[in-house]
């Protein structure tokens, strides 16, 4: 599936019912083409009026096309949505005797909140674009209550395109069924950088509460991928009395946030706070002598009474970890220092 086939293109330097949220950066493609393509293209056609200019102009037609796709493409390597002020230069160029046409396609990528929301929101009336929307809306959520939305290419773009953010637990849901899992996740990553941030991680953090008996991998991937951190949110998980939510929680602490703010410093100590309180370590540090020699080494001794090395860990017994989570797939230490380090150059650089 192209996934940049959602992203659309315009000649205009501003657009109308959608608020750019974000101006990325100046993008372009150039194709070159040797002129006997052209000569090729026309062999075999008779010399009629207009005959050749027509096979002509669809076939640069094409290649204009060609570029605007390439256009499309690298705009989502951006995380755009949307690739304004569009121009394509046709330039015949020569080079050793030789004829070459160079298609040039520039435009800026740029991230948009969405479709037609202005259009609906706090009016006294409902233009036909707007009830269009509505429709298509009532349609989609309805088919997701009855399990019957099929995610095909044409569903996401419509998806997308409105900003259908209450099909985010059925979306969610989906991804954490085990079918087509790249094409779902990916679909998601793209519908999720089109809505509103704040209600989008709202209902991801509530999605984790309400879904424990799920595999929730995919989910956590989201949220590492698109910086979905929420410190306080994710307190919830971590303060719960559900040792899973425990889990959850600690592994979204380690993750990164999109932006950092004052008001983060309280919430990630905390989270420390937190971390330690919840997973204490329950293995004890002691001087062994090695297997077979006299010689005396570092090990950490688990629950079940086994030695450990220090460099195993999880407990060659009993796989548990010196927190006695059993299997686990977190390293708690590396998350904790993680989260000491990056504490302490935001405590430097906003005190600056």
Not at 73 to 83: E, F, G, I, S, T
Not at 325 to 341: G, H, M, P, R, W
Request: net charge negative; charged share 30%; glycine share 4%.
């Amino acid at each position: 599936m192209e996934n940049f086939k959602h992203i659309k293109v315009t000649t205009t330097s501003s657009l109308q019912n959608v608020e750019i949220v974000e101006y990325l950066e100046p993008i372009s493609v150039t194709i070159v083409i040797g002129m006997n393509f052209f000569e090729d293209v026309l062999t075999g056609f008779r010399d009629v009026i207009g005959g050749k200019s027509n096979t002509y102009t669809k076939s640069l037609e094409k290649i204009n096309e060609e570029a605007i796709i390439e256009l499309k493409r690298r705009a989502h390597y951006l995380n755009a949505n949307y690739v304004i002020g569009l121009s394509i230069d046709n330039d015949e160029i020569s080079a050793q005797g030789k004829s070459m046409l160079m298609v040039t396609a520039m435009g800026t990528a740029v991230r948009v909140a969405g479709k037609a929301k202005n259009i609906i929101k706090n009016s006294t009336s409902i233009n036909l674009e707007a009830f269009e929307q509505l429709l298509l809306k009532a349609q989609l959520l309805e088919s997701a209550e009855k399990d019957e939305l099929i995610l095909t290419e044409n569903k996401w773009h419509q998806i997308i395109e409105n900003q259908v953010s209450e099909l985010i637990p059925f979306l969610l849901t989906k991804l954490t069924n085990n079918l087509s899992q790249f094409d779902v996740k990916e679909n998601i990553k793209l519908f999720f950088d089109t809505l509103e941030r704040e209600d989008t991680i709202t209902q991801i953090f509530d999605f984790l509460e309400r879904n424990e008996d799920r595999d929730l991998e995919y989910v956590l991937e989201v949220i590492q991928d698109l910086h979905m951190v929420d410190y306080d949110k994710n307190l919830k998980l971590l303060t719960s009395k559900k040792r899973y939510l425990n889990i959850l929680g600690a592994s979204i602490a380690g993750m990164h946030k999109k932006a950092y703010y004052t008001s983060d410093l309280k919430l990630i100590e905390e989270t420390i706070l937190v971390l330690e309180e919840k997973f204490p370590v329950t293995a004890s540090f002691m001087r062994s002598k090695e297997s077979f020699s006299d010689k005396e080494i570092d090990v950490w001794k688990c629950e079940c009474g086994i030695e450990n090395s220090l460099e195993r860990e999880s407990c060659r017994a009993c796989k548990t970890d010196i927190h006695g989570l059993k299997d686990a797939t977190i390293n708690l230490k590396e998350i904790k220092e993680s989260l000491i380090y990056k504490l302490a150059i935001l405590q430097k650089n906003f005190a600056q």
